[in-house]
């Protein structure tokens, strides 16, 4: 059994896809040590290791300590990367820096949330505290599979990356995106197909919607016949029977910048914000949260665990579930990050996919100071690793034409 309190390590595999491999681990930002094989980490340790869930899936009874890469939702070698570590070039380094992270990220959500113990990830672990059976409603399994088809967590382009593109991933501040997306309604309570009267004049989508959307949230079928010129590998909604059905704000959206006629529409009885719900507001981090690592890791996993689809049990089985609130949720995170995606576009540069406060974009070595510039413009952080190399390089520049 793993304590209550256990501290958080980091295990850092030389060949990712090995449990049985040799490895840099660290626990609670103590010095690095190399170790050999699971059965060398201690049990009294909640492991975040280099491994995916397959890798661990043969490991799961026998080692209920072990975690996969993607515990905090991004991977151990991406937070290393955004705060300039690198796992690969310096895995006892990062270790002992990520171990040191994590271990406050565990103790802080312990806190804040009354968390006795974590489950197979930070979001998993925060959806069943946050969320009871009470908060999902009753809904038809033709109305379920509609929902489920309106959900998407990351849109992605049909952009081509070439041989010397590097792809990098720009993101807003972890806990000012959360905090963002906490403002946005959901729906809640039953839900219905409205027939009141659609209008078949495209020109009226846009008001029809934000009608319906001063008193419930929604999805829709639509069809539009192609979006504008900007907008091309962006936006596939309508393109095809498989992304018909949206949630209504895309729709509304969409008919703001293209001819949207509505097929079927149904809506929820009422909506909310999460800040109106006490369980699913975000803690108060403080003043320092738009600036802390810790703050930002634990407010993604916050408003994703309540944007994620789940597993359930249903007559024997494990099934995935979708609640209309993660469809809202997440057509509002793709929203704010299409407008930047196609700020991006505009710019010049080749938007590879967005969603989940993020965006990430194909660029060849000799663009990524001006990339950096263009994220800059918009709010958006680039890793640190990569401003500390466009750094020196223009140190080093600067030196060199002085001589």
């Given at each position: 059994m793993i304590p209550v309190d256990a501290q958080a390590g980091i295990a850092i595999f030389d060949e990712p896809a090995s449990s049985h491999g040799s490895g840099f681990a660290s626990?609670?930002?103590?010095?690095?040590?190399?170790?050999?094989?699971v059965d060398a980490l201690s049990?009294?340790?909640?492991?975040?290791?280099?491994?995916?869930a397959i890798d661990l899936q043969p490991l799961a009874e026998s080692h209920p300590h072990l975690r996969r890469r993607n515990f905090f939702r991004s991977d151990v070698a991406t937070i290393a990367w955004?705060?300039?570590?690198?796992i690969t070039a310096k895995p006892g380094a990062a270790a002992t820096f990520?171990?040191?992270?994590?271990?406050?990220?565990?103790?802080?959500?312990?806190?804040?949330?009354?968390?006795?113990?974590?489950?197979?990830?930070?979001?998993?672990?925060?959806?069943?505290?946050?969320v009871t059976e009470n908060d999902e409603p009753r809904l038809t399994q033709g109305y379920r599979e509609l929902?489920?088809?309106?959900?998407?967590?990351?849109?992605?382009?049909?952009?081509?990356?070439?041989?010397?593109?590097?792809?990098?991933?720009?993101?807003?501040?972890?806990?000012?995106y959360a905090a963002l997306i906490l403002q946005y309604p959901v729906p809640i309570g039953g839900w219905h197909e409205f027939t009141g009267g659609a209008p078949s004049d495209p020109d009226q989508t846009y008001s029809f919607l934000c009608e319906i959307a001063k008193r419930a949230c929604g999805i829709v079928k639509v069809a539009i016949e192609r979006p504008p010129e900007g907008y091309i590998g962006l936006i596939d909604i309508g393109m095809s029977e498989a992304r018909s059905w949206v949630p209504l704000q895309e729709a509304a959206f969409l008919a703001r910048i293209a001819s949207v006629r509505l097929l079927r529409v149904l809506i929820s009885e009422s909506f909310v914000t999460p800040n109106q719900n006490t369980r699913w507001r975000l803690?108060?981090?403080?003043?320092?949260?738009?600036?802390?690592?810790t703050a930002g890791l634990i407010a993604e996993a916050h408003w994703t665990a309540l944007a994620t689809s789940?597993?359930?049990?249903?007559?024997?089985?494990?099934?995935?579930r979708t609640s209309p609130r993660a469809i809202s949720m997440r057509a509002w995170d793709r929203l704010v990050c299409l407008r930047g995606a196609y700020e991006l576009s505009t710019m010049g540069a080749r938007v590879v996919n967005y969603g989940g406060g993020g965006i990430s974009v194909a660029v060849s070595p000799e663009r990524r100071i001006e990339l950096v510039?263009?994220?800059?413009?918009?709010?958006?952080?680039?890793?640190?690793?990569?401003?500390?190399?466009l750094s020196a390089t223009s140190q080093a520049q600067v030196s060199g034409a002085a001589k």
């Open positions: 626990v609670a930002g103590k010095e690095a040590f190399r170790f050999k094989g049990r009294d340790v909640i492991w975040v290791t280099t491994l995916d955004d705060y300039g570590v690198d990520l171990s040191a992270l994590l271990n406050r990220v565990l103790r802080i959500t312990r806190n804040a949330y009354g968390i006795e113990y974590f489950g197979d990830s930070l979001a998993d672990t925060l959806h069943a505290q946050m929902i489920r088809q309106a959900y998407v967590n990351v849109h992605q382009c049909p952009t081509r990356v070439r041989g010397d593109d590097e792809v990098i991933s720009l993101r807003w501040p972890r806990a000012g803690p108060d981090f403080g003043a320092v949260a738009q600036v802390s690592p789940t597993w359930v049990n249903s007559g024997g089985r494990r099934i995935q510039k263009m994220a800059a413009k918009l709010h958006l952080v680039a890793p640190i690793s990569i401003t500390a190399q």
